[in-house]
């Protein structure tokens, strides 16, 4: 069973920075990609950036392209998004999610970590 388990979450003014962790477990893990998302209060769950894990492509939502970068850790496990220049709204619950094909949806998420950005 693959397990995500999502830190670093927190309260940051805006102009700051912040860095969230994905640790992922699982026997024989292997994902094909890795995403984050992110849900506002009163809205939809929406995609911030992904990650391909063998090659390291990536691709972002415009609203953060510039700002944020996803990176990962094979030999960890574990993928990182570096988040400069907060703005309040990147107010969200930040989830990180794994596939194990190159398309489709992701069958595996973690539990979420809280990011607040004070004006």
């Known amino acids: 069973q693959v397990q995500l388990v999502e830190s670093g979450g927190g309260l940051v003014q805006a102009g700051g920075s912040l860095r969230l962790s994905c640790a992922a477990s699982?026997?024989?893990?292997?994902?094909?990609?890795m995403g984050w998302f992110r849900q506002a209060p009163g809205k939809e769950r929406e995609f911030v950036g992904s990650i391909s894990w063998s090659g390291g492509s990536t691709s972002y939502a415009d609203s953060v392209k510039g700002r944020f970068t996803v990176s990962r850790d094979n030999a960890k496990s574990t993928m990182y998004l570096q988040m400069n220049s907060l703005k309040p709204e990147d107010t969200a619950v930040y989830y990180c999610?794994?596939?194990?094909?190159?398309?489709?949806?992701?069958?595996?998420w973690g539990q979420g970590t809280q990011v607040t950005v004070s004006s």
């Open positions: 699982g026997r024989s893990f292997k994902p094909v990609t």
């Open positions: 999610a794994a596939r194990l094909i190159s398309f489709g949806s992701y069958p595996y």
